[in-house]
Every structure is written in structure tokens, then in C-alpha cells.
């Protein structure tokens, strides 16, 4: 047997981050011999030599050295509360992964098997025709091909299978889905609920939407997945698998099947081209351990699952004689319309008559407003487009308060002080949508190499005035409806954002009905190279304001559905 036969596979798949593990689970299921490549290092479910320790019992209590900082992590850093969870070995270091900043981009990254999966925040929601129809309704970059009935029951596939936990609240604009039991909320953040919902007619405030298992179905928990055990040290790794991963959900779906076949350490350096049949035939990787490139082949799909800049990266990276400015990439679309959500705009405030009441475990999560302003309907019309949503949560004070204030001598008075929590504070930030802008893109930088040896990028994104118009409602409603709750000491704040920021990297390699204007079509298939799909966060249109991560789960699905179909018809 050839090198050529014995590396050939029905499908590849790129990446084992959401997408990627989904798109890996999918395709295996459905019979295909299928190659997984991951860049990184491999992860098994359960390898996380963090998730148990106490803060104590971590190398400098879990924070990275001001020097190291420096040295390693110049653009991490930027987020700071990463060097202090104790989860910092799921991210890479900048100074082996460097980009260029024509402006400030915050790029946040994970390279290993199940990619930042491991780290995300795991708030799930849904887009609505609300977000489907928005760019054809105002005229902003280009329709989507698809409207929410394409999305819907492969959003309820989706949603099951991660098991996300929440509340069905019937709005048309927030679409509901077979959640498990949600979080609770706490007694001040139910305050909150009850208030908002008597004085402030049309917002609502749930249960934030979330991967994490809340009831038992031998249908989510694979055997590999507990419920959530409310420890709230998601970032270090989950060895309950109460939060969804790929490693913990679709990783180890895939394995049992006997179909996959994963590669770590192998860095893809572009998608090989077959100009004639107009089919994508294979990958050149680097060998990240051995610095040798080998090749793989399919004769069926690749799913390019790589994380929107690196699945634009590979794109911009795959040139031949027909495709000279990248794969997929004739009308100079391929790196354009970055999106992200912009935040860290809201308010806090402190409640009284809450001192007789506490709460159990940490709870991983908070509440959640929907988008309540440009709603289509005259009294939620603003004079910007879009709108936002609010995710917040409430605490009591603990012990740290007396350390840090001093408030009370060292003695009996301090050590019975320490036994009482302190007062309830309450605080939500909002989280706002980005339009497709094509000036906001990304491009390949040849003269700066990775430590994998692939061309870095240079980032030249950022947010716009429609962003910037809408902060100040972001500030002056969260404060409003903290006041409904009777909320003291209320302080507005905002900080300045930046793209990458939110971890929602979007719109690379879009979606779109014309194959001049896109890269992809209906399906996630490159225009010009129907067997390769992407159903990362490069395919989105538009970003909506909600976190996307289970749209593009549900897209990843229904791709590797209409994949194999298309296969077995023989039509790609």
C-alpha cells in the first residue's frame, strides 16, 4: 500500500475546539474514517493537574510572575483575571504564537486537543429571525443565506446534546430550547427578576443559558459527564464533566465509534487544491514535534474547524496557480468583516435586607437579560442599530474584605468577624453587537513565523461608531434598572475594549447568497470547493449580541449532515 492510500480518509476535520469536535462526533457517527488535526498538545478528559488544587497549593497562588507576563504572555495579559485562575497552561504563550497590531486586537488562544472549549465561558443562546433578517433589513453587509427554521432542530439537537441548563421565557427574539433545569438565581439576582419585571415593562432577567448538566440524561452524560458540581474552576478543566467540552462530550463519542483517527502536533499549513475537479484533495502539515511536513488525503470532505483568524489564516495560506490569492478567496472576501461583541460597560450597586440569606456551592453562572431596544417596534426604536444583552450576577462580601481593609484588630473580634459574610452586591455588564465591517480584516504576515514556522497575521480591526452610539444606553440601563431593584452606591462604569476581547471572533470566511460578496454558501461549503466546509465562527454574517458558540454547533451539525448526504448522493 502507498503513503498516499495509507494517509487517505474519508473526511478531515481541522481543529477540536466547538466545532471542531462536533463536526469530528458527526462525521464518525455517520460511518466516515475520519482524521482529526490539532496543533497542539493532546488533553484526555480528566488531564487537568489544576482543577483540584486550592489556591494555596498553586505556584504563586495561581498568578503568572510580572516577568513571565512579559516575556510570554504580552497580549493574555491584557485580560488579566487569566493570570490569576490557575488555568494558565490551556492558553499559549504569545511569544511562541506572535501576531501584529495595525490596531489593538486582544487575541486569546488555546492549541490543544479540545482548543478553548476547555476554557470558554458556556453561555448558550440562540439567534433569532431577528438576527437572520438584520443585514438585509438595514442594508449592512450581506443576507444570510439561512433563516432560523434551517437552524432550529439542529439548534434542539445541539442544545441537548451539551445539555445546556436554563429557563423557556417565550421570547420571540431569544428563542427557547429543551433545556435542562436552570440555576437558580440567588436571592438578590431573583430581586432583581421580580422588580425589573414590575417596573420596567419588556426586559426580562433569567437564568443565564449554560453547558453545565443540572439533571441526569444517559443521553448527556456518556459516561463521561457528571453534573456540575458548583465549584466555579471551569478554566482549569472539569474532571466531572459537568460543563460541556470537547473532551468531555463529542472527543470521546468520536473515539468509540472506531472511525477517528486524531493527530496531535500537527500544524496545517494549507488545503491542497485540485483546480480541475474543483475539490479540496488534502492538507500539507507541519509536524510540530519533528519540524518534518507530511501530507493527508481525503477522498470525501474537510471541515475547517480551526477558530475564525486561524481558519481565515489557512484560507489566505492556500494558494496554487488558480487560486493565487487563497483558497475560496477570488473576491478578496477571505479575512474581511471580522466581528466581536464589545462589554465591560454596566453597572454595580449594593442591596440591603438581605442579611438573613446566603447561598450554596458557586454557582457558575448569573443572570441574563435579553436585548430589549430595537426590537422592531416603534418604542424600542434607538438611533443606532442592534442592541445588547446583560449578563450579570450577585455576591455576598467574604472574609478577603477584613484582610484587605483592616477593619477589624487581629483578636476575638476579628476571628468571630471573619465567620459573618458580608453585605450583597449586585453588577451586570453588557454585551453588545458589532457590524460587518469589510475594512476590519486580517492578512498574512510572511515575514513574521510562529514557532511552528506558519506566517503570523496582522490584525487591523476595530470597533465602530455604531458600537461606540450604543455604550452609553449600555450604562444608563443597567444603572436604571439596578435603581428598580433599589440598589445603593450605584456605580456606572465602562472600560475601553478592544477586538478579541470577548473571545467571539467572528465573520473571516462568511456565509452569503452571492459568490461574489462570500466564501460560503447555504451549507458552509467554499464557493468554488464544495467538499470543504467551515462552521467555525468564520462562517457567521452578522454577530448578533448573544454568545455564539452554539450556533456554531448547530451549523457544524447540520453541515456534517448535509455533508454525508451529499456524499453518498455522490454530488460533491
Avoid at 156 to 163: M, N, S
Avoid at 241 to 248: F, L, P
Avoid at 357 to 384: A, C
Avoid at 505 to 514: K, L
Wanted: aromatic share 10%.
Amino acid at each position: 500500500m502507498s503513503y498516499k492510500d495509507q494517509n487517505t480518509y474519508d473526511a478531515i476535520v481541522i481543529g477540536t475546539g466547538i466545532s471542531g469536535g462536533m463536526a469530528a462526533m458527526e462525521l464518525c457517527r455517520k460511518g466516515l474514517k475520519t482524521l482529526v488535526l490539532e496543533r497542539g498538545r493532546d488533553i484526555k478528559h480528566g488531564d487537568y493537574p489544576t482543577a483540584n488544587l486550592d489556591k494555596w497549593e498553586l505556584p504563586h497562588q495561581g498568578r503568572i510572575p510580572e516577568e513571565e507576563q512579559a516575556r510570554d504572555y504580552k497580549y493574555l495579559s491584557r485580560k488579566s483575571y487569566i493570570m490569576e485562575q490557575g488555568g494558565i497552561n490551556h492558553f499559549v504563550k504569545d511569544s511562541e504564537h506572535p501576531y501584529t497590531e495595525k490596531k489593538r486586537f486582544d487575541w486569546i488562544r488555546a492549541y490543544q486537543t479540545g482548543g478553548r472549549s476547555l476554557v470558554w465561558g458556556r453561555q448558550c443562546y440562540q439567534l433569532s429571525d431577528l438576527d437572520f433578517t438584520a443585514n438585509a433589513r438595514e442594508g449592512v453587509g450581506v443576507d444570510w443565506p439561512i433563516r432560523y427554521k434551517d437552524l432550529k432542530p439542529w439548534y434542539d439537537y445541539a442544545t441537548r446534546f451539551v445539555g445546556v441548563s436554563g429557563r423557556a421565557e417565550g421570547l420571540a427574539h431569544l428563542p427557547d430550547g429543551p433545556f435542562q433545569p436552570p440555576m437558580e438565581l440567588n436571592c438578590v439576582e431573583a430581586h432583581l427578576r421580580d422588580r425589573v419585571k414590575a417596573t420596567l415593562g419588556g426586559r426580562v432577567v433569567t437564568e443565564g443559558r449554560v453547558a453545565h448538566l443540572t439533571a441526569y440524561d444517559p443521553d448527556v452524560n456518556l459516561g463521561t459527564r457528571g453534573n456540575c458540581q458548583y465549584r466555579n474552576l471551569c478554566r482549569r478543566g472539569c474532571p466531572y464533566g459537568g460543563y460541556y467540552s470537547s473532551n468531555s462530550g463529542p472527543i470521546p463519542v468520536a473515539e468509540a465509534t472506531g472511525n477517528m483517527t486524531l493527530v496531535n502536533g500537527a500544524a496545517v499549513r494549507e488545503i491542497i487544491y485540485d483546480a480541475d475537479k474543483k475539490r479540496a484533495t488534502g492538507v500539507r502539515v507541519k509536524l510540530t514535534e519533528t519540524g518534518t511536513e507530511t501530507e493527508y488525503f481525503t477522498k470525501g470532505v474537510i471541515f475547517l474547524c480551526a477558530s475564525a483568524l486561524n481558519s481565515a489564516a489557512i484560507l489566505l495560506a492556500s494558494k496554487s496557480d488558480t487560486q493565487p490569492n487563497g483558497l475560496g478567496n477570488d473576491n478578496d472576501q477571505v479575512g474581511r468583516n471580522v466581528m466581536d461583541h464589545h462589554h465591560s460597560v454596566g453597572a454595580n450597586g449594593q442591596l440591603e435586607g438581605f442579611e438573613d440569606k446566603y447561598y450554596k456551592g458557586k454557582k457558575p453562572n448569573g443572570f441574563y437579560i435579553p436585548r430589549f431596544v430595537n426590537l422592531g417596534d416603534r418604542d424600542s426604536k434607538r438611533d443606532y442599530l442592534r442592541g445588547f444583552g446583560y449578563q450579570g450576577g450577585g455576591s455576598r462580601r467574604n472574609w478577603q474584605r477584613l484582610v484587605r481593609e483592616l477593619s477589624v484588630a487581629p483578636g476575638p473580634a476579628l476571628k468571630e468577624a471573619l465567620a459573618e459574610p458580608g453585605g450583597w452586591s449586585i453588577g451586570m455588564s453588557g454585551f453588545g453587537e458589532s457590524l460587518p465591517n469589510p475594512n476590519n480584516r486580517v492578512t498574512l504576515n510572511y515575514d513574521k513565523l510562529d514557532a511552528d514556522g506558519l506566517p503570523t497575521l496582522i490584525m487591523d480591526v476595530a470597533f465602530g461608531e455604531n458600537e461606540t452610539a450604543m455604550r452609553k444606553d449600555m450604562k444608563t440601563y443597567a444603572m436604571e434598572m439596578l435603581e428598580a431593584a433599589g440598589a445603593k452606591n450605584i456605580s456606572p462604569f465602562e472600560q475601553e475594549v478592544y477586538p478579541g476581547y470577548s473571545i467571539h471572533e467572528m465573520g473571516s470566511a462568511r456565509m452569503g447568497r452571492d459568490p461574489k460578496t462570500s466564501v460560503l454558501n447555504a451549507h458552509n461549503q467554499v464557493w468554488n470547493c464544495q467538499n470543504l466546509y467551515v462552521t467555525d465562527g468564520a462562517a457567521m454574517t452578522s454577530a448578533s449580541c448573544v454568545n455564539p458558540s452554539l450556533t456554531y454547533l448547530a451549523l457544524t451539525a447540520r453541515a456534517a449532515d448535509h455533508a454525508v448526504e451529499s456524499l453518498n448522493r455522490r454530488d460533491i
